[in-house]
DNA sequence: TGACGAAGTTTCGTGTGCGGAATATCCGCG
DNA sequence: CGCGGATATTCCGCACACGAAACTTCGTCA
């Protein structure tokens, strides 16, 4: 596979190319990244017995108790169908469990159990750690830049999008 | 081979609130970013009958014309497997082919109809057009910028994974 | 020639991931 | 109380997405 970071002759030979041929580059280099840092991701929780978000659930979890499925969901950037067939397999493992809510009845909180969370305190990272230790090895500067340039599209996207969350 | 996540002690040494946690923050947005363009784009795709790998698909094979199907995984970064049932849905709705290389039949050239290629021409961009638009609006310091820190980035990734030249 | 490892594709099993429909519950309004 | 809209979750059907295993074909080497 070519380097994601790689010229082709088309592109040298033109002194200012086709206005999206930066942008198109940007978005192949993005995907790269993040296919591969889910891949990684992947790899390593399978050496816990479980999968990508799986692993991010319980470690969302541990961090903020037990959750809405809504909440979880939108925590991890997952439909609510998408969240319950997560649930579904985490509680056939024992890892967490379902509580209807006595105040509300339609809601059901996601709790880690005991084994759950026996197995979020020996898992370090919580997802993409591949993505995240590279982000490390950035120097202070780039990483402000990268912040910056960050929201600046967060805002764009919300703006074109509509709809936002948080 | 000696992981990054050794750092972790430095970490918990120094005196600042925590060191990942702009780290932490940018892998959110950029998570955030990633799946509500992938959202965006299916949508897109919907209105013409088509998926989102299934548009990008035929958009490579534009460019690129017949590809076989290692090849058309390797740019569409989906392993072999994944491709097959994409090729599968795509013959089956007549927008591609399968033909059997004479030279190697081990190979198969994936090749648009042209009942694909013609869908091909209506559809003006390849993916990811919500983060597109988004990278546009970027001035030209950002985009600058970007595409520096991605590089970095990529060349860090790589040196983790192990390089898997092209 | 025949063994044999490598390469290209498919098959299989499992786990996301999404939109839409169905179900249950909550809430405000009369 | 009862109606109707809103909210929370689940169910359904489909399309990825991946790794492992099976299958065919290729190239080589003895």
Redesign the interface.
Known sequence: ?????ERTEAEERDATPR??A??????E?????????RR?TKEVARQHGLTGPQVTAIKVLENFGALSLTDLSARM?ATNSTMTGIADRMERDGLVERIRSETDRRVVQIALTEKGRALAAQI???????????????DEG??R??????????D??TE??GTNGD
């Open positions: 596979m070519r380097s994601a970071t206005e999206g930066d942008v198109d580059r940007i978005l280099t993005l995907v790269y990244l993040y296919t591969e840092s990684v950037s370090p990272v919580a997802s993409m750690a591949l993505f995240a230790d590279a982000l490390r090895s950035l780039d990483r830049d990268l912040t910056r340039i960050l929201r600046r599209l967060t764009k996207v074109l999008v």
